[in-house]
């Protein structure tokens, strides 16, 4: 069972930067997509980005420009580095990874921004 731990939550000011980090232990095959969710209070859990195993990302539009998602397969690692946050980017972020077809999701890390 492959198990994921997030870091790298916490509160910050708006226009601050944050950088999440998500492990993937017990798994010796290859990651292929690798991803960001968000879920705020009362809404539905959404895509922030996502990476392919060839390096193809792609970015919620209210992120575009503000946050890159990057990977390194050799440490099963997949990160989200935020600048210019806002408070609406207030949510907590999950990691997914998919191996062999299966989704495989973190516990969820709290990012708060404050005005």
């Known amino acids: 069972q492959v198990q994921l731990v997030e870091s790298g939550g916490g509160l910050v000011q708006a226009g601050g930067s944050l950088r999440l980090s998500c492990v993937a232990y017990?798994?010796?095959?290859?990651?292929?997509?690798m991803g960001w969710y968000c879920q705020a209070p009362g809404k539905q859990r959404e895509l922030v980005a996502d990476i392919s195993s060839g390096g193809s990302t792609n970015y919620a539009d209210s992120v575009k420009g503000r946050f890159t998602i990057s990977r390194d397969d050799a440490k099963n690692t997949v990160y989200l580095q935020m600048n210019s946050l806002k408070p609406e980017d207030t949510a907590v972020y999950s990691c997914?990874?998919?191996?062999?077809?299966?989704?495989?999701w973190g516990q969820g890390t709290q990012v708060t921004v404050s005005s």
């Open positions: 017990r798994t010796i095959f290859r990651i292929s997509r």
């Open positions: 997914l990874v998919v191996v062999f077809g299966k989704e495989y």
